[in-house]
């Protein structure tokens, strides 16, 4: 994942307990205080404060003293048990922290009590090892059917053109995150639950699957609605960020690409390569193979393209389009000229007339040409994909 969980504390301080009018004992008051998870900004020795722009963008200047304690968690831990002791000298700016904030009577902040962090090349690491995580236990695909009653699911994937089903089952422990239709960056995804979940939807589980490969139970989730199209570049605008195009099943569509969108282009020596050996879904001549990952291993990627980890029943892993797509050159949005084909993955959003680009790749007329000559086994724009199923999919969390 991009960031780490709110961490729970196990403990809560509270302040003595003062007398109002004749003798009469007042019961003690804890001050009000909230969990603070975010990020260091600013750490400042004259004031003694650390300031924390937290997840939810409120930024908070907590002040320390002497009786202020720091722990460090390590990456992939979660538990306090697993903390040490630090130095206030070893908290840096952009570290990950979490703290309460409680105000004084006086309404102020009160002093930080407990400051737990983790520090940016924990951050990294602890990323590495969960995308990993994602990678090898993973599984992606399209919804087919959803079942409320039972909270399960039909999952759709693709295995080098062989369509594979499997059973998604939920529990009360699995975790759900929805993207949002203006982004796919897993930083934007908002906790969803089961119902949410709608037949069409590309989905990500990480979890295990049953030793015949017919059933996946998901520890963690993430959906959204998207849609991969072949299009036809009309013209480009530079300035304003956006491509007019026409859609091979559709009307005129504007598509805005973003500072997150991903821009590939084929080679065309790879389009050389793919014209004897049958398209994307089989082997190019020669016997060798395009830059994604052989079969039988994880196909994972990175970067907000595509996806990951499918697999066949049985625990195979199949072709996997989209880490073949990730290891292409990228290009700029001014290399596009009028006339050439994109294949994209989009967001859907209220305006059937705009898109926001998630990825765009350029250079695919020469599997167009095998799509209509029938060498891929469909149409550009048919079948649900950019090329009968070729789908671009969501990206690692």
């Given at each position: 994942?991009?960031?780490?969980?709110?961490i729970?504390?196990?403990?809560?301080?509270?302040v003595?307990?003062?007398?109002?009018?004749?003798?009469?004992?007042a019961?003690?008051?804890?001050?009000?205080?909230?969990?603070?998870v975010?990020?260091v900004?600013?750490?400042d020795?004259?004031t003694a404060?650390i300031?924390?722009?937290?997840?939810?963008?409120?930024?908070?200047?907590?002040?320390?003293?002497?009786?202020?304690?720091?722990?460090?968690?390590?990456?992939?831990?979660?538990?306090?048990?697993?903390a040490?002791?630090?130095a206030?000298?070893?908290?840096?700016?952009?570290?990950?922290?979490?703290?309460?904030?409680?105000?004084?009577?006086?309404?102020?902040?009160?002093p930080?009590?407990?400051?737990?962090?983790?520090?940016?090349?924990d951050?990294?690491?602890?990323?590495?090892?969960?995308?990993e995580?994602?990678?090898?236990r993973?599984?992606v695909?399209?919804?087919?059917?959803?079942?409320?009653?039972?909270?399960?699911?039909t999952?759709?994937?693709?295995?080098?053109g062989e369509?594979?089903?499997?059973?998604l089952v939920?529990?009360?422990?699995?975790?759900?995150?929805r993207y949002?239709?203006?982004?796919?960056?897993?930083?934007?995804?908002?906790v969803?639950n089961f119902?949410?979940?709608?037949v069409?939807?590309q989905?990500?589980?990480?979890?295990?699957?049953?030793?015949?490969g017919?059933?996946?139970?998901?520890?963690?989730?993430?959906?959204?609605?998207?849609?991969?199209?072949?299009?036809?570049v009309?013209?480009?605008?530079?300035?304003?960020?956006?491509?007019?195009?026409?859609?091979?099943?559709?009307?005129?569509?504007?598509?805005?690409?973003?500072?997150?969108?991903?821009?590939?282009q084929?080679?065309?020596q790879?389009?050389?390569?793919?014209?004897?050996?049958?398209?994307?879904a089989g082997?190019?001549?020669g016997?060798?193979?395009?830059?994604?990952?052989?079969?039988?291993?994880?196909g994972?990627?990175g970067?907000p393209g595509?996806?990951?980890?499918?697999?066949?029943?049985?625990?195979?892993?199949g072709?996997?389009?989209?880490?073949?797509?990730e290891?292409?050159?990228?290009?700029?949005l001014s290399?596009?000229?009028?006339?050439?084909?994109l294949?994209?993955?989009?967001?859907?959003g209220?305006?059937?007339?705009?898109a926001?680009?998630?990825?765009v790749?350029?250079?695919?007329?020469?599997f167009?040409?095998?799509?209509?000559g029938?060498?891929?086994?469909?149409?550009?724009?048919?079948?649900?994909?950019?090329?009968?199923?070729?789908?671009?999919?969501i990206?690692?969390p």
């Amino acid at each position: 994942m991009k960031i780490i969980s709110a961490i729970l504390l196990t403990s809560l301080v509270t302040v003595p307990g003062t007398f109002a009018f004749a003798q009469e004992p007042a019961p003690a008051q804890a001050p009000a205080s909230v969990a603070i998870v975010g990020t260091v900004t600013e750490i400042d020795i004259e004031t003694a404060t650390i300031t924390v722009k937290s997840d939810t963008g409120e930024t908070v200047a907590f002040p320390y003293n002497e009786k202020s304690a720091f722990k460090k968690l390590p990456p992939g831990k979660t538990m306090m048990a697993d903390a040490t002791a630090i130095a206030l000298t070893e908290v840096e700016v952009g570290d990950r922290v979490t703290a309460k904030k409680r105000l004084t009577p006086e309404g102020k902040i009160a002093p930080i009590t407990l400051m737990i962090m983790m520090s940016k090349g924990d951050i990294a690491k602890k990323q590495e090892i969960e995308r990993e995580a994602w990678k090898t236990r993973g599984v992606v695909g399209t919804v087919g059917a959803v079942d409320p009653a039972t909270k399960t699911a039909t999952l759709n994937l693709r295995a080098r053109g062989e369509a594979v089903t499997v059973k998604l089952v939920t529990g009360e422990k699995t975790a759900f995150r929805r993207y949002q239709p203006e982004s796919v960056k897993f930083s934007d995804a908002k906790v969803s639950n089961f119902d949410e979940i709608k037949v069409g939807d590309q989905l990500r589980a990480l979890g295990n699957r049953s030793e015949d490969g017919a059933t996946y139970t998901a520890e963690q989730i993430v959906f959204g609605t998207f849609r991969t199209i072949t299009v036809t570049v009309e013209a480009v605008d530079a300035a304003k960020n956006e491509i007019r195009v026409k859609q091979a099943e559709g009307g005129p569509l504007t598509l805005v690409v973003s500072a997150d969108s991903n821009l590939r282009q084929f080679p065309a020596q790879m389009g050389a390569m793919f014209g004897g050996g049958g398209g994307p879904a089989g082997g190019p001549a020669g016997g060798q193979r395009p830059a994604g990952p052989p079969p039988g291993q994880g196909g994972g990627q990175g970067g907000p393209g595509g996806p990951g980890g499918q697999g066949r029943p049985g625990g195979g892993r199949g072709f996997d389009p989209a880490a073949m797509i990730e290891r292409l050159p990228t290009m700029q949005l001014s290399e596009l000229k009028p006339g050439g084909m994109l294949l994209v993955l989009t967001t859907v959003g209220p305006d059937p007339t705009r898109a926001n680009a998630i990825t765009v790749v350029s250079g695919i007329e020469v599997f167009a040409a095998m799509m209509r000559g029938g060498g891929g086994g469909g149409r550009p724009g048919g079948g649900g994909g950019g090329f009968g199923g070729f789908e671009l999919g969501i990206g690692l969390p």
